[in-house]
């Protein structure tokens, strides 16, 4: 399949220990599954096993920024965006304390544990909150050049990341630029998209156009917020069409922050795909084409928005 994203954010994690002594890491017990116990083996004086206590692990973090640590706050993403909501907004947003949240099991990844622990709403969530950055990584070599980058970078962040193993995107490394998006392919007739694990997705639904003759471009928008309305708007006014894909509600996420791009500055047919509704427990693979995300529903909806130019 490809390599583990959890994998590369715990060794990324454990990396940047080493460069950074302020670099702190915060758990709500379930390190082994977040990856931060990597962190935890090598610098157990700076790892903090705060329990099954979300809110009670963000208040400490806020407390630790306040003192000039950089802490990395770890749980799943459902319970980091819900348990934890009242702090991450009322503490570290408002206040703009440098906290780094590390999302994880985003999406549909943790496949089956079910709709309880499967994260669907946690960008339009985060999204909505003034100040918080928001970034969405695709594979492993994605990863550990975000966990470098939003380091250094002073602000609360939102990192979201997969249980899955991900297909290699980027096999030389990655020029990860927060705020900018890239460019995965060229393409004239409709512009995909995405954000996350699914770009490996919409990668193979171009190919599937391109057989058909239809030239799709692919963009990789692992930048949430800020969005990087440039690009954007020169790929919907070089195509005159977009559609969207995510391992995430259709309602608020990545689709909806292009429409708002695209809706004041450029409009242009423009499509979503994600999920509509709550999934359920099963194999991974084939709970992202039974809820939305199927290769031949990306393609069919790409011919039909392409119609509508």
């Known amino acids: 399949m490809g390599d583990s994203i959890r994998d590369a954010y715990g060794n990324a994690l454990a990396e940047l220990g080493r460069t950074n002594e302020r670099v702190v890491a915060l758990e709500a017990d379930v390190?082994?599954?977040?990856k931060s116990s990597v962190f935890g083996g090598e610098f157990p004086e700076r790892y903090f096993n705060m329990g099954i206590c979300e809110l009670g692990m963000v208040n400490a973090a806020a407390g630790l920024a306040i003192e000039g640590f950089v802490p990395f706050v770890n749980t799943f993403a459902v319970f980091m965006t819900s348990r934890a909501l009242d702090p991450i907004q009322s503490m570290l947003a408002y206040d703009s304390l440098n906290v780094k949240l590390a999302g994880a099991y985003c999406g549909l990844s943790d496949s089956f544990d079910g709709a309880s622990h499967q994260a669907?709403?946690?960008?339009?969530v985060m999204r909505a909150i003034p100040g918080m950055t928001v970034v969405s990584v695709c594979d492993a070599a994605e990863t550990k050049a975000a966990v470098q980058i939003l380091a250094e970078y002073q602000g609360p962040v939102y990192l979201r990341l997969s249980r899955a193993e991900a297909p290699v995107i980027?096999?030389?490394?990655?020029?990860?630029?927060?705020?900018?998006?890239?460019?995965c392919?060229?393409?004239?007739?409709?512009?995909?998209?995405?954000t996350?694990?699914?770009v490996s997705?919409?990668?193979?639904?171009?190919e599937r156009l391109k057989e058909q003759g239809i030239s799709a471009a692919v963009i990789d928008l692992h930048t949430i917020k800020p969005i990087d309305e440039a690009l954007i708007l020169k790929y919907a006014e070089k195509t005159k069409a977009i559609v969207t894909v995510e391992e995430h509600s259709v309602f608020g996420g990545l689709g909806s922050a292009v429409a708002e791009v695209i809706v004041r500055k450029y409009p242009v047919p423009m499509d979503f795909i994600g999920i509509e509704t709550f999934a359920e427990s099963g194999a991974y693979e084939e709970l992202l084409d039974k809820f939305g995300l199927g290769i031949a529903k990306i393609t069919g909806v790409c011919k039909q928005i392409i119609h509508r130019k």
């Open 201 to 206: 997705r919409y990668l193979e639904a171009a």
């Open 170 to 183: 980027y096999k030389d490394g990655c020029n990860f630029q927060l705020g900018k998006g890239i460019v």
């Open 120 to 124: 669907i709403t946690d960008l339009a």
């Open 196 to 198: 996350g694990t699914v």
């Open 31 to 34: 390190g082994g599954s977040t």
């Open 185 to 194: 392919q060229e393409g004239c007739d409709v512009t995909l998209i995405g």
